[in-house]
């Protein structure tokens, strides 16, 4: 493999310590290193953006693990295929992950497409839960903020005078959510 290794160091909190990472990157002589202080969970972190945008094709992208890239399976995947499409190469030193030899992309393949099953699993689960959940007449989605109670209490409002946007203001809805109510609770509709 020839080209450079650009390493990258992640920790979650200003309070950890990226040495453990950088000595590792360095010890395979990666340079340079870009870092970040961020969760892995978010979509804005520089020093991911500087590292693959720092990448010329026959490069590795080294990481400590996996995990540094980020926090779920999808976002790993799409780094991968930024790297990719950078003509570089992904390695994780602690998981002897490279995707610059065979072996190591049939395993990032594989976990992959184990992520891409789980993903499509739990979606079908979901989606039969809802399906019997109507079924049997169980409400579905998000608890709505408009119940028996906030419907007697836009009729008071309204029986009082005041207006359709006070009452919903008053109720901290919107009209439409206050309309949609008072349909469902009462014969009040706008």
């Given at each position: 493999?020839?080209?450079?290794?650009?390493?990258?160091?992640?920790?979650?909190?200003?309070?950890?310590?990226?040495?453990?990472?950088?000595?590792?990157?360095?010890?395979?002589?990666?340079?340079?290193?870009?870092?970040?202080?961020?969760?892995?969970a978010?979509?804005?972190?520089?020093?991911?953006?500087?590292?693959?945008?720092?990448?010329?094709?026959?490069?590795?992208?080294?990481?400590?693990k996996?995990?540094?890239?980020?926090?779920?399976?999808?976002?790993?995947?799409?780094?991968?295929?930024?790297?990719?499409?950078?003509?570089?190469?992904?390695?994780?030193?602690?998981?002897?992950?490279?995707?610059?030899?065979?072996?190591?992309?049939?395993?990032f393949?594989?976990?992959?497409?184990?992520?891409?099953?789980?993903?499509?699993?739990?979606?079908?689960?979901?989606?039969?839960?809802?399906?019997?959940?109507?079924?049997?007449?169980?409400?579905?989605?998000?608890?709505?903020?408009?119940?028996?109670?906030?419907?007697?209490?836009?009729?008071?409002?309204?029986?009082?005078?005041?207006?359709?946007?006070?009452?919903?203001?008053?109720?901290?809805?919107?009209?439409?959510?206050?309309?949609?109510?008072?349909?469902?609770?009462?014969?009040d509709?706008?």
């Amino acid at each position: 493999m020839s080209g450079r290794i650009v390493g990258y160091a992640r920790v979650s909190t200003g309070d950890q310590n990226l040495s453990l990472q950088t000595e590792a990157l360095a010890g395979i002589g990666a340079d340079p290193i870009h870092e970040d202080r961020a969760s892995g969970a978010k979509a804005d972190r520089p020093g991911l953006a500087a590292a693959v945008a720092d990448l010329r094709p026959g490069d590795t992208l080294a990481v400590w693990k996996l995990d540094r890239l980020g926090r779920s399976l999808r976002q790993l995947i799409d780094t991968a295929d930024a790297i990719q499409a950078k003509g570089a190469h992904l390695r994780s030193i602690t998981q002897a992950i490279d995707t610059g030899t065979a072996g190591g992309r049939v395993l990032f393949h594989v976990l992959a497409a184990l992520a891409e099953f789980e993903r499509e699993s739990i979606r079908e689960r979901v989606t039969a839960g809802m399906a019997t959940a109507k079924r049997q007449g169980r409400h579905v989605g998000r608890p709505g903020k408009f119940g028996q109670v906030q419907a007697d209490a836009a009729r008071r409002l309204r029986a009082a005078g005041s207006s359709w946007a006070e009452t919903a203001r008053a109720l901290a809805v919107s009209e439409s959510t206050l309309s949609r109510g008072l349909r469902r609770y009462s014969q009040d509709v706008r």
